[in-house]
């Protein structure tokens, strides 16, 4: 049924050092000699996803002797992501790490500014249109959203009786990776569960997650269980739904401390595909400080996400974040 495995069952292998971009320790030594200057530009400063990815780069920096020029947050504003693309690009860093907001073509037209400013460019989890790698930038790199699309379907699927129906909320921009994630959902439940039929739930911001779902339910609509494209929306679901004194269960991605205490609940949250954020920024970094030193990178790298349940709770959650859990997600 599944081709991955729980963190209990799989080797422990470094998934950076899988994706081809761990940095040697020769390379480590020459860039300490090097003092690369690097600028980073997320989406959400309150995000578990964005403090964790930033942990991973920062940890890399420091080991090559790096300078972290700035960091800077569009919050999904593509008016505010132009400005912080032209603020980094003056200040002339050596490498650019960015996670665009959409896939547009005005996107592009921000990013593509990047390359010809002599700054290595690498893009996390979105690929604007008609930007083309080696060209416009050194390395795309992202949790494999395809398998995370399968992860949270074989999660939730147990839960869903014959015939039942599935809500999927999702973010209504263009956003390959929810656009991926959303996709192989259907697809596995269209392999697998064809008696199941899919309700689309959207949402444009993701603080209103919550009550597109408490609207969706209003209308007289059912459903047996919620797939919720990330963690930050899901926790705005799960409020509305206790309102509703509903147990409905859900899936999601991202594991963090706050999705880890919903798991260790064991009410709505069934279970997560977990991005590895940590090691994603360090993927980030490695290929950054790779590209500067002239090094071969990967165009794209995928880092395998975790599924992550009640079971399985606490090995995955150090595996995940690099730390040990606090107390209260330990069983009663």
């Known amino acids: 049924m599944s081709d991955h495995r729980t963190p209990a069952e799989e ?3 470094d998934p950076v050092e899988m994706s081809g ?4 320790q020769a390379e480590q030594e020459e860039a300490r000699t090097k003092r690369f200057r690097i600028g980073v530009v997320l989406h959400n400063p309150d995000s578990d996803w964005s403090i964790q990815q930033l942990k991973g780069i920062r940890a890399t920096l420091e080991g090559c002797n790096a300078e972290l020029v700035d960091v800077l947050y569009s919050e999904y504003q593509m008016d505010k992501q132009h400005v ?10 050596d490498a650019l790490v960015s996670i665009p907001i959409d896939t547009s073509s005005a996107s592009a037209d921000l990013y593509k500014q990047v390359h010809p400013a002599g700054i290595k460019l690498i893009l996390m989890d979105n690929v604007p249109k008609d930007m083309f790698p080696r060209r416009d930038y050194s390395c795309y790199v992202s949790s494999d959203n395809e398998l995370s699309g ?16 599935v809500g999927i909320v999702y973010y209504h921009a263009d956003f390959r990776v929810t656009d991926t994630r959303e996709l192989s959902f259907k697809e596995w439940f269209g392999k697998h569960r064809r008696d199941v039929q899919i ?19 209003a209308d007289g ?3 047996d269980g919620l797939y919720v494209v990330w963690d930050e929306p899901a926790l705005g679901v799960i409020n509305n739904l206790r309102e509703l004194d509903s147990f409905l269960p859900i899936v999601t991605n991202d594991l963090s401390e706050s999705m880890a205490l919903e798991i260790s609940k064991g009410f709505n949250v069934k279970g997560v595909a977990a991005q590895r954020s940590f090691d994603q920024g360090v993927a980030e970094a490695s290929a950054a400080v790779k590209a500067l030193l002239g090094h071969d990178v990967p165009v794209s790298v995928s880092i395998p996400p975790l599924s992550v349940s009640r079971k399985n709770l606490l090995e995955a959650y ?7 859990p606090p107390n209260a997600l330990f069983p009663e």
Do not use: C
């Open 199 to 217: 309700r689309d739930i959207p949402f444009l911001d993701y603080h209103q997650a919550g009550e597109a779902v408490r609207d969706f339910f």
């Open 318 to 324: 150090r595996r995940i974040r690099h730390t040990e």
């Open 21 to 24: 971009l761990k940095l040697t």
């Open 84 to 93: 912080d693309i032209d603020y980094m690009i003056k200040k002339n860093p």
């Open 221 to 223: 609509n059912h459903a």
């Open 150 to 165: 399968k992860i949270t379907a074989e999660l939730l699927s147990p839960y869903i009786s014959p015939n039942g129906v």
């Open 11 to 13: 080797e422990v292998v």
